[in-house]
């Protein structure tokens, strides 16, 4: 199967919703993703890249989302629903599929990130299921998916999807304040998919059993 640019299309799962972000998302994410808990992770280059406010947040979000040439796909992400609103209201992250090397059927699932309430839940691994689902679907034969070496927490999440390690690109990216990250990436294949894809079902199918008999969070995220 020949490798094709997904289309920007909704993603629903039976706990999250996927819809292409546009500019109108921007002041939900600014209330999810703009604290320190979230940036001290690695994202957005790291906690000297968190804005101080709405404005510095929409100049972040556009040109790590939506800004630049090359082809990509930016999401969305909500969970559940507000007080007196239907489901999948709740904007909690974003993520990002681009990278898109058609001759060589590859691509790369990143710029992920969540609210902190949302981590340990079953939030990440259903966008996973789902993003992950539409490139293998679209031809896709290899998924990069990387973390600054150091965030331990996104590494172990990574590794829990089934993800192969293969090795740290060293000095590979500049952080927001000066420093060089080392770069550890992964990845899925495509006949490895079906293992992984049956792994991510079996752990949403036990977070949604635990919230039917009103038991703890997972502590995986």
Do not use: C
Not at 69 to 98: K, N, Q
Not at 201 to 211: L, P
Request: charged share 25%; proline share 5%.
């Amino acid at each position: 199967m020949t490798a094709t640019l997904p289309a920007p299309l909704e993603l629903v799962g039976s706990a999250v919703k996927l819809t292409p972000m546009t500019a109108s998302d921007i002041p939900g994410l600014y209330r999810a993703l703009a604290r320190s808990e979230v940036f001290e992770s690695g994202y957005g280059g790291g906690i000297a890249g968190l804005p101080i406010n709405l404005d510095d947040f929409r100049e972040f979000a556009t040109s790590y989302y939506l800004g630049g040439d090359a082809p990509s796909l930016a999401w969305t992400v909500r969970h559940g629903a507000t007080a007196g609103e239907p489901g999948f209201t709740s904007i909690v992250g974003a993520t990002w599929m681009g990278d898109f090397d058609l001759e060589n059927d590859s691509t790369h699932i990143g710029a992920t990130a969540y609210r902190p309430e949302a981590w340990g839940t079953i939030v990440n691994p259903e966008t996973k299921l789902l993003t992950l689902g539409l490139a293998f679907d679209s031809g896709f034969n290899r998924v990069k998916i990387q973390a600054d070496s150091v965030n331990a927490r996104s590494r172990n999440a990574i590794e829990r999807l089934g993800a192969e390690f293969e090795g740290i690109l060293r000095r590979d990216q500049k952080r927001a304040d000066g420093s060089w990250r080392d770069t550890a990436v992964y990845s899925i294949l495509a006949d490895e998919w079906p293992a992984v894809k049956v792994r991510l079902e079996q752990r949403i199918a036990t977070f949604a059993r635990s919230a039917e008999d009103g038991g703890p969070r997972s502590n995986e995220s």
